[in-house]
């Protein structure tokens, strides 16, 4: 005996240690429901992580772009149309209308924490005599890399970016036969073109963007582009990035721009963390359910086995409401020790999976998040768990008749 | 004139009230026992001695009539109150399941004094250590008490009755279920003590020869006093 462990303490510990079995079984019970929980929170949060990480480095938050071209009926006076009958026009490629002070206002916001304006269209990139269609985007490196972190994705080269370099895909690369340094031409639909100097080769782990990506300066797109002074798109980060939609709904509300959010772009993935959210919430709550369950099973015979000796200890003077702490303490013990060894069991399986389960190419599927708040907060539900599903046979055994009890 | 440790005035004891099935089981009680008293309660089986003994041990109530413990009337106190009360003045010994056995030997005679204090301390160990010498059995201390025979059970089911050091110790048949040698020892023990200590005994036996060797014998029959 302890001498800082109060009586109800002790007592609570003697009687789990001397059910074996009993206790044995139902930690058990009790830490593989834990284990499943922690593994699927633990990997959920990974997915999202892993996805929350591209965001934030490899596309912005925000995207302005120019309004949507409309046409307009044409109308003779007050109230009279000539022709009811609208059509789309086709959309042209424009630039954002007075951009500079649009940009200057983004960055006046102080939820904004990086604006970056970009030209993007199509072109052709030839080198001898391979050519393919590419997209050119053109940047201005200083605040670009801020939204997209260009460097990061490097596999050769510095990444310097003057008038007259470019950035390009590795696939791009090896379709052209060009490597570091080659000067390669880009041309747009009129066939006017310009030849750049590849400074830099950059994977961004899928294919197609491979073929296609290439960065020059804003200036030389601008040229490329027909479209000099203009800008396709506005790139903004934002401080909170769930706050994005809303940030872009004001934008658009109070700017010549329309601008859309990554949360808007992204739906789906949305809508897919949503439904798993929603199923894995389901599914705690049913295991909680079964937990708690059990262990109150387990406690009312428990209650039953040892209502002797509760008879005994009210005979000696035990308080009902020291007998209901000893069998509230023994739930919440259960619950508490059976939600460690679910835990550890929880991470050790997501730790073997993470190490099995390889994409292709050998990189993780998913990055390993063994959140401490994770294990704290599912130790906390779980006691608050135990401790509640221990309440009805705790109460029985304070109301237990000490008579009837002794009697037995 | 001898101080009262307890006293009965016209106790009724009737159980299921109220329903068909009510039986009284206890007509008029009235007893006294006086500090330092070895009493003996005997009589047939049914009679109504486990019943008075419960009432007596503050485990039940009266149906009707009064009990005082030392002057203090406890038809009024509070469920808490009684209790408490139980817990220092009054110690139990009980023929079946008398110790419990999630818990070594000194542990169960530690129980009573940690239920009052809340927490263990050397000062109750020692207490209770001290208790398991004068029972005799210091040596299995650390026994768990389902590992001991029927007799030793019996003698810590003592040291433990004592350990609160109260006016008065109810035994319910402690030596039914023991051969008469081991009976005897606790029987003597429970005698040794009531001489060291002036501790008041009231002992049910159907053991006649003990009966006999106690300071008074009362007979129960039917629910009433007879003798
Ligand atoms: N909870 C109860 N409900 C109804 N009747 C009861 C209850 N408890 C005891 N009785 C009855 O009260 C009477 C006295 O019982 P009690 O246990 O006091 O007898 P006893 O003298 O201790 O007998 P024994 O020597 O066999 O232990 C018996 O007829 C018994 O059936
Ligand atoms: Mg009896």
């Known amino acids: 005996m302890n001498n800082w462990l109060p009586f109800e ?40 992580a892993n996805f929350i990480k591209r965001v934030l480095t490899s596309q912005s938050q925000i995207q302005l772009l120019p309004l949507d071209q409309v046409a307009r009926t044409l109308r003779n006076g007050k109230g009279e149309f000539e022709d009811a009958i609208l059509q789309r026009p086709a959309q042209r490629v424009l630039s954002i209308d007075q951009w500079p002070k649009i940009r200057d206002r983004m960055l006046a916001m102080p939820e904004v924490t990086a604006v970056s304006p970009t030209m993007a269209g199509s072109a052709l990139a030839i080198r001898g005599d391979a050519s393919r269609a590419v997209t050119v985007t053109g940047i201005e490196p200083a605040s670009y890399f801020k939204i997209v972190r260009v460097p990061d994705y490097l596999v050769a080269g510095d990444g310097r970016l003057t008038s007259e370099d470019v950035i390009i895909g590795i696939q791009l690369a090896d379709d052209l036969g060009a490597t570091l340094g080659d000067k390669i031409n880009i041309n747009n639909a009129q066939g006017i073109g310009r030849v750049l100097t590849i400074t830099g080769l950059i994977d961004l782990g899928s294919k197609g963007a491979n073929q296609r990506v290439s960065f020059v300066a804003l200036r030389t797109a601008q040229s490329l582009l027909g479209m000099i002074g203009g800008v396709t798109t506005i790139e903004l980060t934002v401080q909170d990035i769930y706050a994005a939609e809303i940030i872009a709904r004001q934008i658009s509300a109070s700017n010549q721009v329309k601008a859309e959010s990554w949360i808007k772009t992204n739906a789906q993935f949305f809508t897919a963390v949503q439904a798993q959210e929603s199923s894995n919430t389901l599914i705690r709550v049913f295991v909680g359910m079964s937990v708690a369950f059990g262990i109150a099973a387990v406690l009312v015979v428990s209650v039953i086995q040892r209502s002797k000796d509760i008879g005994i200890l009210r005979a000696m003077g035990t308080r009902r409401g020291q007998v209901l702490r000893i069998f509230l303490l023994q739930g919440g013990l259960l619950a508490f020790i059976g939600s460690l060894l679910g835990s550890a069991l929880g991470a050790g399986a997501l730790t073997y999976w993470h190490s099995m389960a390889r994409q292709a190419d050998g990189t993780e599927l998913f990055p390993l998040i063994l959140d401490r708040n994770l294990f704290v907060i599912t130790a906390m539900i779980a006691t608050v768990t135990g401790l509640l599903a221990a309440t009805l046979p705790a109460l029985r055994a304070a109301r237990l008749d000490p008579v009837e009890a002794i009697r037995g | 004139m001898a101080e009262e440790i307890l006293r009965l005035e016209n106790v009724c004891k009737a159980y299921n009230v109220g329903q068909t099935s009510e039986t009284e089981v206890l007509h008029d009680i009235n007893l006294h026992l006086e500090k330092g008293e070895f009493l003996a309660l005997i009589g047939p089986s049914g009679s109504g001695k486990s019943t008075l003994l419960n009432i007596v041990g503050l485990l039940d109530r009266p149906t009707s009539g009064k009990l005082f413990i030392k002057d203090q009337d406890t038809a009024h106190l509070t469920d808490a109150a009684i209790t408490s009360l139980r817990g220092h003045r009054i110690g139990f010994v009980f023929q079946y399941h008398h110790l419990i056995t999630a818990f070594t030997a000194l542990e169960n005679v530690m129980m009573p004094m940690l239920v009052d204090r809340g927490f263990p301390s050397d000062e109750i160990k020692a207490r209770a250590t001290m208790l398991m010498e004068q029972v005799g059995l210091e040596k299995y201390s650390n026994n768990l008490a389902g590992n001991m025979s029927g007799g030793q059970q019996q003698r810590v089911a003592v040291a433990r009755a004592l350990a609160m050091s109260p006016s008065l110790v109810l035994a319910d048949e402690p030596t039914g279920n023991l051969d008469t040698k081991s009976a005897d020892g606790v029987f003597e023990l429970m005698r040794k003590v009531n001489s060291d200590s002036a501790t008041s005994f009231l002992l049910v036996t159907h053991n006649l020869d003990l009966a006999q060797r106690c300071d008074r014998i009362i007979e129960v029959v039917d629910g009433r006093i007879t003798a």
Do not use: C, N, P, Y
């Open chain 1, 9 to 48: 303490w002790i007592a609570s510990v003697r009687f789990l240690r001397d059910g074996r079995m009993q206790t044995l079984f139902i930690v058990s019970g009790i830490a593989i429901g834990v284990g499943v929980i922690v593994f699927m929170s633990a990997m959920l949060a990974g997915l999202e």
